[in-house]
Protein backbone atom coordinates (compact mmCIF):
# COMPACT_ATOMS: atom_id res chain seq x y z
CA UNK A 1 0.00 0.00 0.00
CA UNK A 2 1.36 3.33 -0.65
CA UNK A 3 0.24 6.63 0.39
CA UNK A 4 -0.84 9.11 -2.50
CA UNK A 5 -2.28 12.03 -1.27
CA UNK A 6 -3.02 13.60 1.93
CA UNK A 7 -5.60 16.31 2.47
CA UNK A 8 -5.99 18.29 5.30
CA UNK A 9 -8.44 20.90 5.90
CA UNK A 10 -8.61 23.26 9.70
CA UNK A 11 -5.45 21.76 10.93
CA UNK A 12 -3.07 24.35 12.76
CA UNK A 13 -2.19 26.26 10.37
CA UNK A 14 -3.14 24.63 7.25
CA UNK A 15 -6.25 25.73 5.95
CA UNK A 16 -6.92 23.83 2.81
CA UNK A 17 -3.53 22.00 1.49
CA UNK A 18 -3.42 18.56 -0.26
CA UNK A 19 0.12 16.89 -0.48
CA UNK A 20 0.60 13.93 -3.42
CA UNK A 21 3.27 11.93 -2.02
CA UNK A 22 6.21 9.57 -3.03
CA UNK A 23 8.16 7.53 -1.30
CA UNK A 24 10.91 9.68 -0.32
CA UNK A 25 9.30 13.31 0.99
CA UNK A 26 11.33 16.18 1.71
CA UNK A 27 9.47 19.49 3.43
CA UNK A 28 11.43 22.83 3.87
CA UNK A 29 10.87 26.00 4.87
CA UNK A 30 11.26 29.14 7.26
CA UNK A 31 11.01 28.14 10.58
CA UNK A 32 6.95 28.52 11.80
CA UNK A 33 6.11 27.73 8.69
CA UNK A 34 3.92 24.94 9.33
CA UNK A 35 6.58 21.68 8.38
CA UNK A 36 5.56 19.59 11.07
CA UNK A 37 1.28 20.34 11.10
CA UNK A 38 1.94 18.35 8.10
CA UNK A 39 3.42 15.15 9.82
CA UNK A 40 1.33 15.87 12.91
CA UNK A 41 -1.96 16.26 10.37
CA UNK A 42 -0.97 12.85 9.72
CA UNK A 43 -0.40 11.86 13.02
CA UNK A 44 -3.72 12.80 13.96
CA UNK A 45 -5.31 10.41 11.09
CA UNK A 46 -3.36 7.73 12.04
CA UNK A 47 -5.07 7.98 15.61
CA UNK A 48 -8.22 8.86 14.40
CA UNK A 49 -7.68 5.20 12.46
CA UNK A 50 -6.61 3.41 15.57
CA UNK A 51 -10.28 4.36 16.01
CA UNK A 52 -10.25 7.32 19.39
CA UNK A 53 -8.26 10.54 18.99
CA UNK A 54 -6.98 11.61 22.49
CA UNK A 55 -3.82 12.56 23.95
CA UNK A 56 -2.75 9.32 24.66
CA UNK A 57 -3.20 8.06 21.30
CA UNK A 58 -1.79 10.96 19.33
CA UNK A 59 1.74 11.05 21.69
CA UNK A 60 1.90 7.06 20.30
CA UNK A 61 2.16 8.45 16.89
CA UNK A 62 4.62 11.14 17.91
CA UNK A 63 2.07 14.02 18.00
CA UNK A 64 2.69 17.07 20.80
CA UNK A 65 -0.33 17.19 22.13
CA UNK A 66 -2.58 20.08 23.35
CA UNK A 67 -5.87 21.62 23.88
CA UNK A 68 -8.55 21.63 20.62
CA UNK A 69 -7.63 25.14 20.39
CA UNK A 70 -3.82 24.49 19.72
CA UNK A 71 -5.39 21.97 16.55
CA UNK A 72 -7.96 23.87 15.13
CA UNK A 73 -7.06 26.71 12.40
CA UNK A 74 -7.15 30.05 13.91
CA UNK A 75 -6.62 33.59 12.42
CA UNK A 76 -7.26 36.99 13.04
CA UNK A 77 -11.01 37.87 11.52
CA UNK A 78 -11.69 34.56 11.10
CA UNK A 79 -13.83 31.81 12.60
CA UNK A 80 -12.70 28.92 14.37
CA UNK A 81 -13.78 25.96 12.24
CA UNK A 82 -15.85 23.44 14.33
CA UNK A 83 -14.16 20.96 12.97
CA UNK A 84 -11.05 19.41 11.70
CA UNK A 85 -10.90 17.58 8.61
CA UNK A 86 -8.35 14.83 7.46
CA UNK A 87 -8.59 12.52 4.51
CA UNK A 88 -5.79 9.86 3.44
CA UNK A 89 -6.27 8.16 -0.37
CA UNK A 90 -4.13 5.29 -1.18
CA UNK A 91 -2.84 3.03 -4.12
CA UNK A 92 -4.25 0.45 -4.51
CA UNK A 93 -7.64 2.81 -4.90
CA UNK A 94 -8.53 3.30 -1.13
CA UNK A 95 -9.68 6.04 0.93
CA UNK A 96 -10.33 7.24 4.77
CA UNK A 97 -11.38 10.70 5.63
CA UNK A 98 -12.32 11.93 9.10
CA UNK A 99 -14.29 14.88 10.56
CA UNK A 100 -13.40 15.14 14.04
CA UNK A 101 -14.38 18.05 16.78
CA UNK A 102 -14.17 19.06 20.05
CA UNK A 103 -15.80 21.82 21.45
CA UNK A 104 -13.29 25.28 22.42
CA UNK A 105 -14.94 26.16 25.30
CA UNK A 106 -15.55 22.33 26.90
CA UNK A 107 -12.69 19.96 25.89
CA UNK A 108 -13.37 16.81 26.03
CA UNK A 109 -10.44 13.95 27.08
CA UNK A 110 -11.14 12.20 23.06
CA UNK A 111 -12.37 14.15 20.04
CA UNK A 112 -15.68 13.05 18.69
CA UNK A 113 -15.99 11.58 15.05
CA UNK A 114 -18.10 14.14 13.31
CA UNK A 115 -18.18 12.06 9.90
CA UNK A 116 -16.06 9.23 8.80
CA UNK A 117 -15.67 7.39 5.37
CA UNK A 118 -13.61 4.00 4.33
CA UNK A 119 -14.07 2.98 1.40
CA UNK A 120 -12.13 0.25 -0.92
CA UNK A 121 -12.10 1.17 -4.68
CA UNK A 122 -15.58 2.02 -5.68
CA UNK A 123 -17.19 -0.04 -2.64
CA UNK A 124 -18.07 2.03 0.52
CA UNK A 125 -17.35 0.41 3.57
CA UNK A 126 -18.25 3.08 6.04
CA UNK A 127 -20.03 6.03 5.45
CA UNK A 128 -20.87 7.89 8.74
CA UNK A 129 -22.54 11.31 8.68
CA UNK A 130 -23.35 13.62 11.00
CA UNK A 131 -24.96 11.48 14.04
CA UNK A 132 -28.51 11.43 15.33
CA UNK A 133 -29.47 10.34 18.75
CA UNK A 134 -31.50 7.08 17.52
CA UNK A 135 -27.98 6.22 16.30
CA UNK A 136 -26.45 5.15 19.92
CA UNK A 137 -22.84 5.15 18.49
CA UNK A 138 -20.24 6.70 21.07
CA UNK A 139 -19.16 9.70 19.23
CA UNK A 140 -15.61 9.39 20.43
CA UNK A 141 -15.04 5.38 18.78
CA UNK A 142 -14.21 5.57 15.10
CA UNK A 143 -15.92 2.83 13.41
CA UNK A 144 -13.52 1.58 10.43
CA UNK A 145 -11.31 0.90 13.17
CA UNK A 146 -13.95 -2.03 14.02
CA UNK A 147 -14.71 -2.92 10.36
CA UNK A 148 -11.34 -3.16 9.42
CA UNK A 149 -11.63 -7.00 10.77
CA UNK A 150 -14.10 -8.30 8.76
CA UNK A 151 -12.14 -7.16 5.53
CA UNK A 152 -9.47 -9.56 3.69
CA UNK A 153 -6.05 -9.06 4.58
CA UNK A 154 -5.23 -7.86 1.36
CA UNK A 155 -7.75 -5.27 1.03
CA UNK A 156 -6.83 -1.94 0.02
CA UNK A 157 -8.23 0.05 2.69
CA UNK A 158 -7.22 -2.81 5.45
CA UNK A 159 -4.22 -2.28 3.64
CA UNK A 160 -4.59 1.69 4.05
CA UNK A 161 -5.68 1.59 7.48
CA UNK A 162 -2.95 -0.31 8.98
CA UNK A 163 -0.68 1.85 7.62
CA UNK A 164 -1.93 4.99 9.18
CA UNK A 165 -2.08 3.09 12.24
CA UNK A 166 1.64 2.32 12.39
CA UNK A 167 2.24 5.64 11.06
CA UNK A 168 4.88 7.46 13.88
CA UNK A 169 7.09 10.98 13.64
CA UNK A 170 10.44 10.53 15.25
CA UNK A 171 12.06 13.48 16.69
CA UNK A 172 15.57 11.91 17.41
CA UNK A 173 17.57 13.69 20.28
CA UNK A 174 21.21 13.60 20.98
CA UNK A 175 20.72 12.14 24.91
CA UNK A 176 18.50 9.03 24.24
CA UNK A 177 20.58 7.73 20.90
CA UNK A 178 23.45 7.77 23.53
CA UNK A 179 21.20 5.84 26.06
CA UNK A 180 21.61 8.11 28.90
CA UNK A 181 18.14 9.39 29.13
CA UNK A 182 15.16 7.14 29.00
CA UNK A 183 13.14 7.21 25.63
CA UNK A 184 9.02 8.18 26.45
CA UNK A 185 8.25 6.38 23.83
CA UNK A 186 9.84 3.21 23.14
CA UNK A 187 9.09 1.16 19.60
CA UNK A 188 10.72 -1.12 17.52
CA UNK A 189 13.19 -0.85 15.63
CA UNK A 190 14.46 2.09 17.93
CA UNK A 191 12.63 4.83 19.91
CA UNK A 192 11.03 7.81 18.77
CA UNK A 193 13.31 10.14 20.31
CA UNK A 194 16.25 7.74 19.29
CA UNK A 195 16.04 5.01 22.31
CA UNK A 196 17.01 1.50 21.49
CA UNK A 197 19.56 2.24 19.07
CA UNK A 198 21.96 -0.83 20.34
CA UNK A 199 19.42 -2.88 19.81
CA UNK A 200 18.39 -1.58 16.10
CA UNK A 201 21.25 -1.71 14.97
CA UNK A 202 22.19 -5.36 16.13
CA UNK A 203 18.97 -6.37 14.69
CA UNK A 204 19.95 -4.30 11.50
CA UNK A 205 23.30 -6.19 10.76
CA UNK A 206 21.11 -9.57 11.29
CA UNK A 207 18.95 -8.26 8.44
CA UNK A 208 20.80 -6.21 5.87
CA UNK A 209 23.08 -7.25 3.20
CA UNK A 210 26.85 -6.37 3.40
CA UNK A 211 26.46 -4.02 0.55
CA UNK A 212 24.16 -1.81 2.70
CA UNK A 213 25.85 -1.80 5.63
CA UNK A 214 28.58 -0.85 4.15
CA UNK A 215 26.77 2.10 3.02
CA UNK A 216 25.71 2.82 5.82
CA UNK A 217 29.19 2.87 7.49
CA UNK A 218 31.03 4.35 4.81
CA UNK A 219 29.24 7.68 6.25
CA UNK A 220 31.55 7.65 9.20
CA UNK A 221 34.18 7.90 8.17
CA UNK A 222 36.54 8.05 11.35
CA UNK A 223 35.00 4.21 12.54
CA UNK A 224 36.56 0.78 11.26
CA UNK A 225 33.73 -0.53 13.01
CA UNK A 226 30.46 -0.53 14.66
CA UNK A 227 29.47 -3.90 17.29
CA UNK A 228 27.29 -4.12 19.83
CA UNK A 229 27.89 -5.30 23.38
CA UNK A 230 27.23 -5.95 26.69
CA UNK A 231 29.94 -5.54 28.26
CA UNK A 232 31.92 -2.47 28.28
CA UNK A 233 34.69 -2.88 31.10
CA UNK A 234 36.22 0.62 31.44
CA UNK A 235 34.66 1.64 28.09
CA UNK A 236 32.02 4.14 29.99
CA UNK A 237 32.26 5.38 33.26
CA UNK A 238 30.14 4.38 36.15
CA UNK A 239 28.50 7.33 36.55
CA UNK A 240 26.99 7.58 33.08
CA UNK A 241 23.85 5.61 32.96
CA UNK A 242 23.55 3.11 30.37
CA UNK A 243 21.31 0.21 28.88
CA UNK A 244 21.95 -3.54 28.75
CA UNK A 245 23.56 -3.32 25.44
CA UNK A 246 25.49 -0.29 24.24
CA UNK A 247 27.00 0.33 21.10
CA UNK A 248 30.43 0.36 20.77
CA UNK A 249 33.02 2.18 17.87
CA UNK A 250 36.51 1.52 16.39
CA UNK A 251 37.80 4.55 15.81
CA UNK A 252 40.28 3.63 12.97
CA UNK A 253 42.77 6.46 13.68
CA UNK A 254 43.51 5.96 17.50
CA UNK A 255 45.66 3.63 19.25
CA UNK A 256 44.42 0.11 18.98
CA UNK A 257 44.77 -0.21 23.20
CA UNK A 258 42.80 3.44 22.93
CA UNK A 259 40.49 3.11 19.83
CA UNK A 260 36.77 1.71 21.27
CA UNK A 261 34.22 4.26 22.67
CA UNK A 262 29.92 3.91 23.32
CA UNK A 263 27.60 6.07 22.03
CA UNK A 264 28.13 7.86 25.08
CA UNK A 265 31.19 9.30 23.84
CA UNK A 266 30.94 8.94 20.37
CA UNK A 267 30.11 11.82 17.28
CA UNK A 268 26.77 12.25 17.67
CA UNK A 269 26.28 12.43 13.71
CA UNK A 270 27.24 8.85 14.00
CA UNK A 271 24.29 8.19 15.98
CA UNK A 272 21.96 10.53 13.43
CA UNK A 273 23.18 8.48 10.53
CA UNK A 274 22.64 4.75 12.25
CA UNK A 275 19.31 6.15 13.30
CA UNK A 276 17.85 7.44 10.09
CA UNK A 277 19.52 3.96 8.44
CA UNK A 278 18.15 1.59 10.73
CA UNK A 279 14.30 3.18 10.39
CA UNK A 280 14.97 2.80 6.64
CA UNK A 281 16.24 -0.57 6.29
CA UNK A 282 14.68 -2.59 9.15
CA UNK A 283 12.34 -5.03 8.10
CA UNK A 284 10.12 -3.77 11.09
CA UNK A 285 10.07 -0.27 10.66
CA UNK A 286 6.58 1.12 9.95
CA UNK A 287 5.34 1.41 6.38
CA UNK A 288 5.31 5.09 6.97
CA UNK A 289 6.59 7.30 9.13
CA UNK A 290 8.24 10.88 9.80
CA UNK A 291 11.38 12.06 11.04
CA UNK A 292 10.98 16.08 11.76
CA UNK A 293 14.66 17.86 11.41
CA UNK A 294 16.24 14.83 9.87
CA UNK A 295 19.51 17.17 9.15
CA UNK A 296 20.25 17.72 12.95
CA UNK A 297 23.68 17.42 13.89
CA UNK A 298 24.76 16.31 10.66
CA UNK A 299 27.63 18.11 8.40
CA UNK A 300 26.43 19.95 5.13
CA UNK A 301 28.28 17.44 3.11
CA UNK A 302 27.69 14.61 5.16
CA UNK A 303 23.90 14.81 5.37
CA UNK A 304 23.67 15.27 1.06
CA UNK A 305 25.76 12.21 0.94
CA UNK A 306 22.99 10.59 3.32
CA UNK A 307 19.67 12.11 1.84
CA UNK A 308 21.50 10.54 -1.45
CA UNK A 309 21.04 7.17 0.17
CA UNK A 310 17.15 7.07 1.51
CA UNK A 311 15.46 6.20 -1.13
CA UNK A 312 16.92 3.97 -2.35
CA UNK A 313 17.42 2.15 1.20
CA UNK A 314 13.90 2.71 1.70
CA UNK A 315 12.79 0.61 -1.69
CA UNK A 316 15.53 -2.15 -0.10
CA UNK A 317 13.20 -4.02 2.21
CA UNK A 318 9.74 -2.35 0.65
CA UNK A 319 8.86 -1.52 -2.59
CA UNK A 320 5.53 1.05 -0.56
CA UNK A 321 7.84 2.27 2.92
CA UNK A 322 7.62 6.02 2.33
CA UNK A 323 9.09 8.32 4.51
CA UNK A 324 8.10 12.38 5.15
CA UNK A 325 11.04 14.46 6.50
CA UNK A 326 11.64 18.25 7.41
CA UNK A 327 14.71 19.94 6.98
CA UNK A 328 16.89 23.37 7.07
CA UNK A 329 20.27 22.88 6.45
CA UNK A 330 20.44 23.78 2.20
CA UNK A 331 23.06 20.50 1.42
CA UNK A 332 20.21 18.25 2.51
CA UNK A 333 18.54 19.42 -1.48
CA UNK A 334 22.06 17.89 -3.00
CA UNK A 335 20.87 14.67 -2.14
CA UNK A 336 17.41 14.53 -3.58
CA UNK A 337 17.27 13.55 -7.23
CA UNK A 338 14.36 15.04 -8.55
CA UNK A 339 14.29 13.35 -11.89
CA UNK A 340 12.96 10.57 -9.76
CA UNK A 341 9.42 11.11 -9.80
CA UNK A 342 8.86 9.27 -6.17
CA UNK A 343 11.67 11.81 -4.80
CA UNK A 344 9.73 14.99 -3.66
CA UNK A 345 10.42 18.36 -2.64
CA UNK A 346 7.75 20.46 -1.10
CA UNK A 347 7.92 23.90 -0.19
CA UNK A 348 6.11 25.38 3.05
CA UNK A 349 5.18 28.64 3.28
CA UNK A 350 2.85 31.08 5.09
CA UNK A 351 0.65 33.26 2.37
CA UNK A 352 -0.56 36.66 3.06
CA UNK A 353 -3.43 35.48 5.58
CA UNK A 354 -0.65 33.28 7.23
CA UNK A 355 -1.76 30.21 5.82
CA UNK A 356 0.33 27.48 5.35
CA UNK A 357 0.91 26.71 1.51
CA UNK A 358 2.41 23.18 0.35
CA UNK A 359 3.92 23.50 -3.37
CA UNK A 360 5.74 20.89 -5.00
CA UNK A 361 9.00 21.88 -6.11
CA UNK A 362 9.95 20.09 -9.47
CA UNK A 363 12.44 20.97 -12.12
CA UNK A 364 10.90 23.05 -14.38
CA UNK A 365 13.51 24.20 -17.76
CA UNK A 366 14.44 27.74 -16.53
CA UNK A 367 14.92 26.19 -13.11
CA UNK A 368 16.82 23.00 -14.76
CA UNK A 369 18.66 25.52 -16.93
CA UNK A 370 19.90 27.20 -13.15
CA UNK A 371 20.65 23.78 -12.11
CA UNK A 372 23.33 23.48 -14.87
CA UNK A 373 24.95 26.59 -12.70
CA UNK A 374 24.03 25.92 -9.40
CA UNK A 375 23.36 22.91 -7.28
CA UNK A 376 19.60 23.08 -5.75
CA UNK A 377 21.11 24.06 -2.15
CA UNK A 378 22.69 27.25 -3.39
CA UNK A 379 19.38 27.71 -5.50
CA UNK A 380 17.44 27.95 -2.12
CA UNK A 381 19.90 29.93 -0.31
CA UNK A 382 19.57 32.37 -3.15
CA UNK A 383 15.48 32.40 -3.39
CA UNK A 384 15.13 30.24 -6.40
CA UNK A 385 12.91 28.06 -5.13
CA UNK A 386 11.06 29.89 -2.43
CA UNK A 387 10.75 28.96 1.08
CA UNK A 388 13.27 30.85 2.47
CA UNK A 389 12.50 33.48 5.57
CA UNK A 390 11.23 37.20 4.91
CA UNK A 391 14.11 38.82 7.32
Not at 42 to 69: F, N, S, T, W, Y
Not at 120 to 142: C, F, H, M, P, Y
Not at 287 to 308: E, H, K, M, Q
Request: glycine letters at 8%; aromatic letters at 6%.
Amino acid sequence: MRLRQVHIKGFKSVVDQTVALGRLNCFIGANGVGKSNVLEALGVLGAAAGGRVDDEAIIRHGVRAGLPRLFKTSFAGTQIPPHIMLEAQGEPSATFRVSLLNPLDRPKPAWAFKTESLSSGATQIVSRGVRTEKENLDETRGLSALKVVDLQPGDPASLLLKALQEYVIYTPNTPALRSTVPDPQTRVPVGLAGGGLAEGFEALKREADEARLDEVLGLIDWVSDVAVTDVVGDLLSPSVPRTKNVLRFTDRFMASSRNTLTAADASEGALYVLFAAILCLSASSPPIFAIDNLDSALNPRLVTRLVGHLAAWLAATSPDRQLLFTAHNPTVLDGLDLDDDEVRLFAVERNSLGHSTIRRITLTPELRRLHGEFPLSRLWAMGNLGAVPNV
